[in-house]
């Protein structure tokens, strides 16, 4: 399998990494979206190996928010979304970040 996923906190960085446990190659382009800001806070292509992590960058947010993460690799789409900032989350924050995807599958 092969997702594009953000990884915990650390010194107020979160770092954007393919892992791809898979024995084939992916490449393509992904884009992160903050669902508060509506902002793109990273857009890149990448190429991950088989079988390997791969750091594509570091991400800084500020507060609370929820990162959308897309991509599309050898020609296949994908998603995946990260909370960040420090619990407890607001319900009614958390369902208009969602709203984001209004329209979309996920």
Not at 8 to 21: F, M, P, R, T
């Given at each position: 399998?092969?997702?594009?996923?953000?990884?915990?906190?650390?010194?107020?960085?979160?770092?954007?990494?393919?892992?791809?446990?898979?024995?084939?190659?992916?490449?393509?382009?992904?884009t992160?979206?903050?669902?508060?800001?509506?902002?793109?806070?990273?857009?890149?292509?990448?190429?991950?190996?088989?079988?390997?992590?791969?750091?594509?960058?570091?991400?800084?947010?500020?507060g609370?928010g929820?990162?959308?993460?897309?991509?599309?690799?050898?020609?296949?789409?994908?998603?995946?979304?990260?909370?960040?900032?420090?619990?407890?989350?607001?319900?009614?924050?958390y369902?208009?970040?969602?709203?984001?995807?209004?329209?979309?599958?996920?």
């Open positions: 399998p092969f997702i594009i996923l953000c990884g915990e906190e650390k010194d107020g960085q979160h770092d954007l990494v393919c892992a791809n446990s898979s024995f084939k190659e992916f490449s393509g382009e992904v992160v979206i903050d669902a508060k800001t509506k902002a793109i806070v990273y857009s890149g292509d990448f190429c991950s190996k088989p079988n390997q992590n791969t750091h594509l960058a570091k991400l800084s947010p500020e609370q929820m990162y959308i993460i897309k991509w599309t690799a050898n020609g296949e789409m994908g998603s995946n979304t990260y909370l960040y900032g420090k619990a407890p989350f607001s319900f009614t924050e369902k208009n970040w969602l709203n984001f995807f209004e329209g979309e599958t996920v």
